[in-house]
């Protein structure tokens, strides 16, 4: 069983950068490949970017690549997203997600994933 707990959502200007983090509870944390989702008002929780369980390999979706970087510290049972040059459409829920079927895959589909966190909210003012 793995627990996640996201923090360090707020409301920042565009612009801004903030720092996520995801603490994950079990010895079997680094086992999993993981990856951060977001859910905006009225639409459905879309993927933003995963690691695999090392965090030498990283895929991220189009909207963020060059702005977001994903990544995690087994020894910490943490994985972390920093987010820069932050836009309006940015804003939402964002959770963190371990797929426990796999350490090398990067999956993309939140179908793959059975454990998720409460997710943390993050707000772009214009």
């Known amino acids: 069983q793995v627990q996640l707990l996201e923090s360090g959502g707020g409301l920042v200007q565009a612009g801004a950068s903030l720092r996520l983090s995801c603490a994950g509870s079990?010895?079997?944390?680094?086992?999993?490949?993981m990856a951060w989702f977001r859910q905006a008002p009225g639409k459905e929780r879309e993927f933003i970017a995963a690691?695999?369980?090392?965090?030498?390999?990283?895929y991220y979706v189009d909207s963020v690549k060059g702005r977001f970087t994903i990544s995690r510290d087994n020894a910490k049972n943490t994985m972390y997203l920093q987010m820069n040059s932050l836009k309006p459409e940015d804003t939402a829920v964002y959770y963190c997600?371990?797929?426990?079927?796999?350490?090398?895959?990067?999956?993309?589909?939140?179908?793959?994933?059975?454990?998720w966190g409460q997710g943390t909210q993050v707000t772009v003012s214009s």
């Open positions: 997600a371990a797929d426990s079927s796999t350490r090398y895959r990067l999956p993309t589909d939140k179908k793959e994933f059975d454990y």
């Open positions: 079990g010895r079997t944390f680094s086992n999993y490949a």
């Open positions: 690691v695999n369980w090392s965090g030498d390999n990283t």
